[in-house]
């Protein structure tokens, strides 16, 4: 599985036969939008976690250029069908066998508003099992007890925790929230997008290394496999 950041909370996770984008926010984000050019993103599917605009940006015009199904909760799900989108509607707890995997929909502590402020549902996060690697993709989220119910039943092999701080988990957070989740390999996201996410990237990594454990950190347009 090779996994791309795209910038922000934006991801391209590709198996040998599906590829899949998660929340993407590419054309609104300066760092990304020189490096990524969204014409070229050919997602089979659209993994979106919450309703925000960091988000959701491009889910319209990417997924309409490709046929793209979303994954989300029921109300984003339905949104977008609405746009004349195909869409997979789930919600917290519930697993569902794609052609590429399975993704479980859990618990995030955030919230969830589309731009105009209408509702997006409650957030959330996905685990994704496919090519028999396991992976969390925690959305926005504060640390939160319920990511302990994640390793009874599934051994991760990477967690992708937000890190930025003052919207999310910060870093010293997301160290105890790879202990509940029992993974000590993380992707960091979510962090140097806004001002208010900045984080000294050398403390990140030193603190994760002090935990003994590994922080990746990858450029734009950087790809990590596992
Ligand atoms: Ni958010
Ligand atoms: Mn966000």
Redesign the pocket.
């Given at each position: 599985m090779k996994i791309t950041f795209l910038g922000h909370a934006s991801l391209l996770i590709e198996t040998p036969k599906y590829s899949l984008l998660v929340d993407p926010f590419i054309s609104g984000n300066p760092k990304a939008s020189d490096k990524i050019q969204i014409k070229d993103i050919k997602p089979d599917y659209i993994l979106v976690t919450?309703a925000?605009l960091?988000?959701t940006l491009d889910v319209e015009e990417i997924g309409k250029l490709h046929g793209s199904i979303v994954v989300s909760n029921f109300e984003i799900a339905t949104h977008f069908e609405k746009k004349g989108m195909k869409a997979h509607p789930m919600n917290h707890g519930g697993s569902w066998k794609f052609p590429f995997g399975t993704l479980k929909y859990v618990n995030a502590i955030?919230?969830s508003s589309f731009d105009d402020g209408s509702y997006g549902g409650q957030?959330g996060g996905f685990v994704l099992s496919s090519e028999k690697k396991q992976v969390y993709i925690a959305g926005?989220t504060a640390l939160t007890m319920d990511m302990k119910l994640i390793p009874l039943t599934t051994k991760l092999d990477l967690a992708i925790l937000p890190i930025g701080d003052n919207?999310t988990m910060g870093v010293d957070d997301a160290i105890i929230a790879s202990d509940f989740v029992e993974c000590n390999t993380v992707l960091g996201y979510h962090y140097d997008t806004f001002g208010y996410i900045e984080i000294d990237h050398e403390m990140a990594l030193q603190h994760f290394e002090k935990a003994g454990k590994k922080l990746h950190l990858l450029n734009i347009g950087e790809a990590l496999t596992i």
């Open positions: 919450h925000h960091d988000h955030h919230t957030p926005d919207f």
